[in-house]
T-cell receptor, first 118, second 110 residues
Framework: GAVVSQHPSWVICKSGTSVKIECRSL??????MFWYRQFPKQSLMLMAT?????????EQGVEKDKFLINHASLTLSTLTVTSAHPEDSSFYIC??????????????FGPGTRLTVL | KQEVTQIPAALSVPEGENLVLNCSFT??????LQWFRQDPGKGLTSLLL?????REQTSGRLNASLDKSSGRSTLYIAASQPGDSATYLC?????????FGKGTKLSVIP
């Protein structure tokens, strides 16, 4: 149980195009999902917190107009990288916090999406 | 601001050896500490979660301890196997805010 999927697993795009990444909780509902970015040999950095039915909360330094987040349902959050540039190339990982998590505070992580911008 | 440090950045050991991975943090007012495993190009797999009121957790060959007073956590792996080769990340925080270390890349040599 508690499986999170991401699609696509990898994407290559040209500079200036937009890319959408999906994050789905497959067997549970998640009112809150998180988007992280990981550069090579670096730790995961939280980009934004996505709450179902409301606007996402972005971390300091993350451009909300560049990284559009939509959490339209209890099982799906999307991250759209608009007008992507080579410096946006990174590994993007989402996680989900179960709506009914009892005493567990664990975020469940997706497998990640490798974005390469040419 | 919470900072999480993992030392060493990389570790290579022969198969069968017991080993310890270290994690230190700056803010002792933590909620939980969690250890993850990340395989190359993959997402994270949660290994152990230690809640703030606990001192350790065990799962199979893994044992994680938490000492808030010294700002340290350790992950002990017994009888290491080549399949344990991966990057191990520790993360501090509660449900809504996790701060990660950069990880320790472990290689277990057959």
């Amino acid at each position: 149980g508690a499986v999170v999927s991401q699609h696509p697993s990898w994407v290559i795009c040209k500079s200036g195009t937009s890319v959408k990444i999906e994050c789905r909780s497959l067997d549970f509902q998640a009112t809150t999902m998180f988007w992280y970015r990981q550069f090579p040999k670096q730790s995961l950095m939280l980009m934004a917190t996505s709450n179902e039915g409301s606007k996402a909360t972005y971390e300091q330094g993350v451009e909300k107009d560049k990284f559009l987040i939509n959490h339209a349902s209890l099982t799906l959050s999307t991250l759209t990288v608009t007008s992507a540039h080579p410096e946006d190339s990174s590994f993007y990982i989402c996680s989900a916090l179960p709506r009914d998590r009892g005493f567990t505070d664990t975020q469940y992580f997706g497998p990640g999406t490798r974005l390469t911008v040419l | 601001k919470q900072e999480v440090t993992q030392i060493p950045a990389a570790l290579s050991v022969p198969e069968g050896e017991n080993l310890v991975l270290n994690c230190s943090f700056t803010d002792s007012a933590i909620y939980n500490l969690q250890w993850f495993r990340q395989d190359p190009g993959k997402g994270l797999t949660s290994l152990l979660l230690i809640q703030s009121s606990q001192r350790e957790q065990t799962s199979g060959r893994l044992n994680a301890s938490l000492d808030k007073s010294s700002g340290r956590s350790t992950l002990y792996i017994a009888a290491s196997q080549p399949g344990d080769s991966a990057t191990y990340l520790c993360a501090m925080g509660g449900s809504y805010q996790l701060t990660f270390g950069k990880g320790t890349k472990l290689s277990v040599i057959p």
